[in-house]
């Protein structure tokens, strides 16, 4: 979605500004691949999807937001700069690009689905084209797929192609909360193809599987959630350290899955590595001791974790009470402009 300066913005960074909790500092590769980098390219301002290349090591693909047209960026993590650009061939006119997935097939799968008005179409878009075996500036064919929901039109900004099965899942969000939606065995064109909800998630502004499909991560405005995920269904979930960020719109694995990378958009955003650790949870920052029964909002390493405002009232501090009101404001704000 496009970056709005607003109440809740100015309070967020206000509240967290060089908040990024402990282990978050970037490690990476002996090659300076996958760590924190900052996306150089004037071109990129709306940065609204992530995913790791498998062919290419250190290599991010990314997009825009709305009103860009069918480009696919590929950024090098050790420079920050655009080594590809990818034009899509065969598909419409982009209405808001909003993630970013590789499958196991080898294609990355673009989700043309936001709507800002609410659900107000009543299909969106999937493209996939074959990750480029060359880095260098190209036009691709790329196979367009129509997708509706099965309980009615809806926002999302999260694709995810499970890495195993190469199924793909969409992530809507709400104010009130979304659902995962699972779509068919097989995407199909000639036809819709009707994704269904399987499970319950917060607000998302995107979402990532773990390299081996055994976990799913989920991130908000505000914090990220991790989610065992098996047969296709969501289970225990725990809180993930995440960076505060301007606006906090993207997330993926690092390739060999031992990072997660965390994306903004904004002129020259920032990319920002968190390190998975080996002595916590399954994914590496979950519960104290792997333990998913472990508060929500309990990181494991001591900082407590951001969490989802899901807390008793009576231990939130006076930063989650001014989180929870700059989150009223934005919402109140988006209204207005709805109305507007």
């Known amino acids: 979605m496009r970056s709005y300066l607003t109440v809740s913005g100015a309070a967020a960074l206000l509240l967290f500004a060089g908040a990024l909790p402990a282990g978050a500092a970037a490690t990476g590769s002996g090659d300076g691949a996958d760590r924190s980098f900052t996306i150089e390219d004037p071109r990129i301002t709306e940065s609204s999807g992530l995913a790791a290349s498998r062919a290419h090591p250190g290599v991010y693909w990314t997009h825009n937001d709305s009103d860009d047209g069918p480009y696919v960026y590929a950024v090098d993590s050790r420079t920050g700069r655009t080594v590809a650009t990818i034009t899509m061939s065969g598909v419409g006119r982009p209405r808001d690009v909003e993630a970013v997935s590789l499958?196991?097939?080898?294609?990355?799968?673009?989700?043309?689905?936001?709507?800002?008005?609410?659900?107000?179409?009543?299909?969106?878009?999937?493209?996939?084209?074959?990750?480029?075996?060359?880095?260098?500036?190209?036009?691709?064919?790329?196979?367009?797929?129509?997708?509706?929901?099965?309980?009615?039109?809806?926002?999302?900004?999260?694709?995810?192609?499970?890495?195993?099965?190469?199924?793909?899942?969409?992530?809507?969000?709400?104010?009130?909360?979304?659902?995962?939606?699972?779509?068919?065995?097989?995407?199909?064109?000639?036809?819709?193809?009707?994704?269904?909800?399987?499970?319950?998630?917060?607000?998302?502004?995107?979402?990532?599987?773990?390299?081996?499909?055994?976990?799913?991560?989920?991130?908000?405005?505000?914090?990220?959630?991790?989610?065992?995920?098996?047969?296709?269904?969501?289970?225990?979930?725990?809180?993930?350290?995440?960076?505060?960020?301007?606006?906090?719109?993207s997330v993926t694995y690092t390739a060999d899955g031992s990072a997660l990378m965390f994306g903004s958009e904004g002129e020259r955003s920032d990319v920002v590595r968190v390190d998975l650790g080996k002595d916590t949870g399954r994914g590496g920052n979950g519960p104290r001791g792997g333990d998913p029964s472990a508060s929500a909002g309990d990181t494991g390493d001591g900082t407590g974790g951001a969490g989802d405002g899901t807390g008793g009232a009576g231990g939130m501090s006076l930063s989650g009470v001014l989180v929870v009101v700059a989150v009223a404001a934005f919402f109140l704000m988006k209204r207005r402009r709805g109305q507007g």
């Open 103 to 249: 499958g196991p097939d080898g294609n990355l799968y673009v989700g043309d689905i936001g709507d800002n008005l609410n659900g107000s179409w009543d299909h969106v878009w999937i493209y996939r084209f074959p990750e480029p075996k060359e880095l260098k500036d190209a036009t691709v064919r790329a196979t367009q797929f129509d997708v509706k929901y099965a309980d009615g039109p809806r926002d999302a900004e999260a694709l995810m192609v499970h890495p195993t099965t190469g199924r793909v899942y969409i992530a809507s969000k709400n104010e009130n909360g979304g659902g995962l939606y699972e779509g068919p065995a097989r995407l199909a064109t000639g036809s819709v193809n009707v994704f269904r909800r399987v499970g319950e998630v917060p607000w998302v502004s995107d979402g990532a599987f773990s390299p081996d499909g055994g976990e799913l991560v989920l991130r908000s405005y505000f914090s990220a959630r991790a989610y065992a995920f098996q047969n296709g269904r969501l289970g225990a979930d725990y809180a993930v350290r995440a960076p505060f960020q301007r606006q906090a719109e």
